[in-house]
C-alpha cells in the first residue's frame, strides 16, 4: 500500500490541486491550506493537517494553551497544537496547527476519509477560536 501515492490520486480525481512538499501533499480547499504528512517508517499512518491558523505570542500564549485544551478534550481524533518554524531569513514563527490523524487499515477507502477528515478539521479550527473569542471576554 503506498498510502502517498493513494492521497495525491484520490485529490486530484476529486478537483483539487495537489502537489508535494518536503513534507508530503499540500492542497487548498476553499482558500484553506492542508497538508498531507507521509510517514516512511508507517505505511498505516494517515495525517492531515490544517497549517498555521492562528499566531502564538508571548501575550497570548496562556490563553491559547487553554482554547487548545479545550478543542482537545471535546472534538475526537484531531489535536491542536503550537508548531515552530523557521523561514529563509531565520525568522522564526510559532504558530497553532491542528491535525486529524489515524490508523488506516491496509485498504483505505479515502473518499470516506478525507472529508470527514477535512470536516473534523475545520470544526476544530472553528471551536479554537470561538473558545479564544470566548476567553477573550473574561
Do not use: C
Not at 488506516?104 to 479564544?132: H, M, N, W
Amino acid at each position: 500500500m503506498d498510502l502517498n501515492k493513494m492521497m495525491i490520486d484520490y485529490l486530484a480525481e476529486e478537483g483539487y490541486r495537489p502537489h508535494e512538499t518536503e513534507f508530503g501533499i499540500a492542497f487548498k480547499i476553499e482558500g484553506y491550506n492542508y497538508l498531507y504528512f507521509k510517514d516512511e517508517d508507517d505505511e498505516q499512518y494517515f495525517r492531515l493537517m490544517m497549517p498555521a491558523i492562528f499566531q502564538v505570542t508571548e501575550d497570548n500564549e496562556d490563553t491559547i494553551m487553554r482554547a487548545m485544551n479545550d478543542v482537545n478534550s471535546n472534538i475526537k481524533v484531531v489535536k491542536l497544537y503550537t508548531m515552530n518554524m523557521q523561514d529563509e531569513d531565520g525568522k522564526k514563527d510559532t504558530s497553532v496547527w491542528v491535525a486529524f490523524e489515524i490508523l488506516a487499515d491496509t485498504t483505505p477507502e479515502l473518499k470516506d476519509i478525507v472529508p470527514r477528515a477535512i470536516s473534523l478539521l475545520q470544526g476544530a479550527r472553528y471551536a479554537f477560536l470561538a473558545k479564544l473569542e470566548q476567553l477573550a471576554d473574561h
